[in-house]
């Protein structure tokens, strides 16, 4: 895919660092050394706050090093950064769309800020339009648009005067399987076809499959630079997959294998569990006399042997999380019937029913723009029902939406926490909005510090949280008042995989006490973790069972396993065949 030739980006030992409102010394670069060569598609993976961003910002003239040496394009982008500017594109995670101005509006401002002819407008936004699919949606404003189209649109403007170089910051963060993958149909493409160089962040381990070159960063240090397939052969004789002993959910026997010293990672892959032993192995020891056999290593294996190697051994996830509540099998915690929510003319949840019983785990899955966010606000209380049933903790939420708010737990899309205020007063805040007070409020209070690893973090404003930790915060705030439901939309989005992986630790020992909890993700092998799965879009229930259940709606998959993902995508395209085009995109 890459031809020989001087680098299109050349760093030397770059180093920066930063220093937080609290005048700690914050070192996000620590003598990073790669290339990037014309036609090739590099990854930046690595935990938060491991310098991927920094590096990208850096590449832009954005920010200037604080050492080494950072060539663009032969030219050096600290002395020069408006020559750099010229002949690249950025795309930050939170582009700078215009949502009051329309598909063709955006692309026309971002056409001018470049000086693009008209001439050359009219071919390029031809290709740009062909690429995307959002030659129909010229005329709808770009706040009307779904979050995977805004992301096609914001790599659309990006790329109006055809860069030689593409910096993209995690673009597929917050979209749901099916625009990730359109989104990466069309980075291939510019690749493969217009040889354009791009470099990519992300949170997503098997994206960096793809690319030619993979950088893997922690704490500002580059621990690996090549092939991403050199990754991937670290764990070589190191990995496994285990069933689950019958009728349990593998989240369990995860969860143990997790507490084995000679286990570097497990997760929940196809009704099984795929782990990573710390040496190279024919017979790990594990739980049980389970069926098991070796499975070839991916990236992401090699990825978390890499980073257990520089971070350390696990110190495990210890959670107390409150009382246990008791339940009898079959009671129900939520209970929806021919649930409707209407916005004007536009309906967002249409008829929508399900069940979800206590101390289950219950998956909402869905494209964005499926009426999911809306499903959960109705649940907990934010928002009236048009029309239908709603029955949650026993309460009907039509007439006791307050009562019922006691008893619930909720973590928003967008993290609720007050930036400017320190963790401390934000959970103040929130043990105050639960009507805690007195010793029940300190108790708790020094429970979440203690449980989720804050204290080092007591003054700190939440704004400046390692995005790992801004999710802690988020999650023990909404256990403060010890709730019966807890409510998580999208808690993981954008979170890097260890983070990821210790949330659902907690949830899974959460779930063990008997809280139930609500879930949505758009990463497929989270759904893995629950017990039963709704997968919803065009505001409607279109398929509901167990992971086992959903998994069986993929096409057969020759020489492997049909997953989660798979599945999803043949139950929402076989959906939205029946859809004209301009009836589905919006939302």
């Known amino acids: 895919m890459s031809s020989a030739g001087a680098p299109v980006l050349l760093a030397r030992?770059?180093?920066?660092?930063?220093?937080?409102?609290?005048?700690?010394?914050?070192?996000?670069?620590?003598?990073?050394?790669?290339?990037?060569?014309?036609?090739?598609?590099?990854?930046?993976?690595?935990?938060d706050g491991a310098g991927k961003t920094t590096l990208i910002r850096l590449a832009c003239g954005l920010l200037l090093p604080d050492g080494g040496e950072l060539t663009v394009l032969d030219t050096d982008v600290a002395?020069?950064?408006?020559?750099?500017?010229?002949?690249?594109?950025?795309?930050?995670?939170?582009?700078?769309?215009?949502?009051?101005?329309?598909?063709?509006?955006?692309?026309?401002?971002?056409?001018?800020?470049?000086?693009?002819?008209?001439?050359?407008?009219?071919?390029?936004?031809?290709?740009?339009?062909?690429?995307?699919?959002?030659?129909?949606?010229?005329?709808?404003?770009?706040?009307?648009?779904?979050?995977?189209?805004?992301?096609?649109?914001?790599?659309?403007?990006?790329?109006?005067?055809?860069?030689?170089?593409?910096?993209?910051?995690?673009?597929?963060?917050?979209?749901?399987?099916?625009?990730?993958?359109?989104?990466w149909q069309i980075i291939l493409r510019l690749v493969r076809e217009q040889q354009t160089t791009v470099i990519i962040s992300t949170s997503y381990l098997d994206e960096a499959e793809r690319c030619d070159h993979a950088v893997v960063l922690h704490e500002g240090k580059a621990l690996s630079n090549g092939a991403p397939d050199e990754v991937s052969r670290l764990a070589a004789r190191r990995v496994f997959v285990i069933d689950p002993p019958?009728?349990?959910?593998?989240?369990?026997?995860?969860?143990?294998?997790?507490?084995?010293?000679?286990?570097?990672?497990?997760?929940?892959?196809?009704?099984?569990?795929?782990?990573?032993?710390v040496e190279a192995t024919e017979q790990p020891d594990t739980p049980g006399d389970l069926a098991m056999r070796a499975t070839a290593p991916r990236f992401e294996d090699g990825f978390m042997i890499l980073l257990r190697q520089t971070a350390g051994p696990r110190t495990g996830v210890n959670i107390a999380p409150g009382r246990e509540i008791a339940h009898r099998p079959g009671d129900l915690a939520i209970e929806v019937r021919d649930l409707v929510r209407m916005f004007g003319k536009f309906t967002a949840v249409d008829h929508v029913s399900f069940s979800v019983k206590r101390g289950e785990l219950f998956g909402l899955l869905g494209p964005n723009g499926a009426g999911k966010t809306t499903t959960f606000r109705m649940l907990c209380g934010l928002l009236p029902v048009t029309s239908g049933s709603l029955r949650v903790a026993g309460l009907d939420l039509r007439s006791a939406r307050a009562s019922a708010r006691a008893h619930i737990g909720y973590v928003a899309q967008k993290f609720s926490l007050y930036g400017q205020l320190s963790v401390a007063e934000n959970l103040g805040f929130f043990a105050s909005a639960y009507g805690l007070?007195?010793?029940?409020?300190?108790?708790?209070?020094?429970?979440?510090?203690?449980?989720?690893?804050?204290?080092?973090?007591?003054?700190?404003?939440?704004?400046?949280?390692?995005?790992?930790?801004?999710?802690?915060?988020?999650?023990?705030?909404?256990?403060?008042?010890?709730?019966?439901?807890?409510?998580?939309?999208?808690?993981?989005?954008?979170?890097d995989p260890l983070a990821r992986r210790e949330f659902w630790r907690r949830i899974t020992v959460l779930a063990e006490n008997g809280v139930t909890v609500v879930v949505t993700t758009h990463f497929m092998e989270e759904a893995e973790y629950c017990d039963r799965i709704a997968v919803l879009d065009q505001g409607k229930v279109l398929a509901e069972g167990t992971p086992a259940e959903i998994r069986r709606y993929a096409p057969a998959k020759e020489g492997g396993e049909p997953g989660m993902e798979e599945a999803f995508l043949a139950i929402i395209e076989r959906s939205r065949r029946t859809q004209p085009q301009s009836q589905r995109a919006g939302a």
């Not at 930063?18 to 036609?39: M, P, Y």
């Not at 989240?251 to 990573?276: N, W, Y």
Request: proline share 6%; net charge neutral; hydrophobic share 40%.
């Open 13 to 47: 030992d770059l180093r920066k660092q930063f220093r937080r409102n609290t005048g700690e010394q914050v070192i996000a670069l620590d003598g990073v050394s790669f290339s990037a060569v014309k036609g090739s598609l590099t990854a930046l993976v690595g935990p």
């Open 79 to 183: 002395r020069r950064p408006q020559e750099v500017q010229n002949r690249i594109s950025y795309m930050p995670q939170r582009f700078g769309l215009y949502d009051d101005l329309s598909v063709r509006q955006n692309l026309d401002l971002y056409a001018d800020l470049h000086g693009v002819t008209a001439a050359a407008r009219r071919e390029q936004y031809a290709r740009l339009m062909e690429m995307t699919a959002l030659a129909p949606f010229m005329g709808r404003l770009a706040g009307q648009l779904s979050g995977g189209m805004k992301q096609k649109l914001g790599l659309a403007c990006s790329l109006v005067r055809a860069p030689e170089l593409l910096l993209l910051d995690e673009p597929t963060a917050g979209v749901d399987p099916l625009s990730r993958h359109e989104l």
């Open 246 to 277: 019958r009728g349990e959910p593998p989240r369990i026997l995860q969860s143990q294998l997790l507490d084995s010293p000679a286990v570097v990672d497990a997760v929940p892959q196809a009704g099984r569990v795929r782990f990573t032993t």
């Open 437 to 495: 007070s007195g010793e029940r409020r300190e108790r708790r209070i020094d429970w979440a510090m203690q449980q989720f690893e804050l204290s080092h973090f007591h003054n700190l404003p939440s704004a400046q949280l390692p995005g790992g930790f801004k999710q802690r915060l988020a999650m023990a705030s909404a256990l403060l008042h010890e709730p019966e439901i807890l409510f998580l939309d999208e808690p993981t989005s954008g979170a």
